[in-house]
């Protein structure tokens, strides 16, 4: 969408360790990438190195006059007005931090901010896995196009985020696509979150292996799946497992309104070989009635768009030509309906950069 726009926004990956800093045009980074350490215990020293670290990527630029500056925050937040709220990681964050007004006066240009889960949606959106998955259906003959998308980012935290039709769902009150606080499918008195993070992959590999009491990573329990580190394999693969099925939970909810394709990023995601099977499984599944029919979890059926058999079942096109009453008229059937869970192919970090760029552009010509 913006591949050939040559205006320039600045944007940062707030970790809480580190700030990365670079700049973005034409969907495509102009700047090396700036890192500066994280301050998260005093707030001027915080905004401090926001200023320097943004100031620095002006001067990489050059001259070239950046238009905005588009980024990812943790919150909660006032996202529409640039307020930061208090932060469970960043204890300097509490009362409410204008940071976006601080920084709009400091450089003089538009400031933007938004949650991870939101700008990863909008990026794949319009630079990642939706535009792809069309490119495929278009090569493989299909009418079959989308044209919505669920975001979801599997690591620390449960994010999510909507696209609709090339707009992002920010909601009226900056919640729109918040899925990490929907109620757990196993624990129905906790959020789908301390199932689908990284302490939840922790917590259920030692509750399967009781015999293992090392303090190991979901990287390290990947490895005890795949049998290149000693462990409690089976214990290793349920862990994913779960976690696949209660996002899958969440996502049903979602996908009943949204009606998209879904794509799955962050640092867990790369671990989609023993998630995606379950997740996609449980979207699959059927729920009763009290006559005792039943029902798809889903109107539309769910492919694993990682599995090459699903892609080429997804990609068919198997709508037929149905004629109108009182004319010599056909119109085309779609009676089938379909969704499809990706990995993203471009990579969380830079979806999000791009759909922090995105966002920034959009808003301002719709000032305009």
């Not at 944007?11 to 045009?25: P, Q, S, Y």
């Not at 794509?263 to 499984?281: D, L, Q, T």
């Amino acid at each position: 969408m913006y591949e050939h726009d040559n205006r320039v926004v600045m944007t940062l990956d707030a970790g809480g360790t580190n700030f990365v800093f670079t700049a973005i045009r034409e969907c495509k980074e102009v700047v090396a990438p700036i890192r500066l350490d994280a301050v998260n215990d005093n707030i001027e020293l915080c905004l401090q190195v926001l200023v320097k670290g943004f100031r620095m990527v002006e001067a990489a630029l050059n001259g070239v006059k950046p238009v905005a500056i588009s980024f990812a925050f943790p919150g909660p937040a006032d996202y529409e007005h640039g307020i930061i709220g208090d932060l469970p990681n960043f204890p300097c964050f509490r009362g409410g931090v204008a940071m976006g007004p601080f920084l709009a006066d400091t450089f003089g240009i538009p400031v933007f901010i938004n949650n991870d889960g939101n700008l990863f949606a909008y990026g794949e959106a319009l630079a990642g896995a939706l535009p792809e998955i069309n490119a495929k259906l278009a090569e493989a003959g299909s009418s079959k196009r989308y044209r919505n998308l669920l975001g979801l980012t599997l690591g620390t935290g449960f994010g999510g985020g909507v696209v609709i039709d090339g707009n992002l769902l920010t909601g009226d009150n900056g919640c729109g696509g918040d899925v990490w606080l929907m109620r757990n499918a196993k624990y129905p008195d906790f959020i789908t979150e301390e199932s689908v993070s990284i302490r939840a992959v922790k917590r259920v590999y030692h509750e399967k292996a009781p015999e293992d009491a090392r303090d190991i990573s979901p990287k390290e329990i990947f490895q005890i799946a795949e049998g290149n580190m000693d462990g409690n394999m089976i214990a290793a693969r349920e862990s994913f497992a779960e976690l696949g099925r209660v996002a899958a939970d969440a996502i049903i909810h979602a996908i009943d309104i949204v009606d998209g394709i879904v794509v799955v990023g962050g640092g867990i995601a790369n671990n989609w070989k023993y998630i995606f099977p379950a997740m996609v499984a449980e979207m699959n599944s059927t729920l009763g009635s009290f006559s005792g029919n039943r029902f798809p979890s889903l109107q539309i059926k769910t492919f694993d768009l990682t599995v090459p058999e699903d892609m080429e079942e997804f990609l068919k096109d198997n709508s037929k030509m149905v004629k109108v009453l009182g004319s010599g008229r056909e119109v085309r059937y779609c009676n089938e309906m379909k969704t499809g869970v990706v990995f993203t192919h471009i990579g969380t970090s830079t979806a999000i950069s791009l759909g922090a760029y995105a966002f920034a552009l959009a808003q301002i010509d719709k000032r305009n």
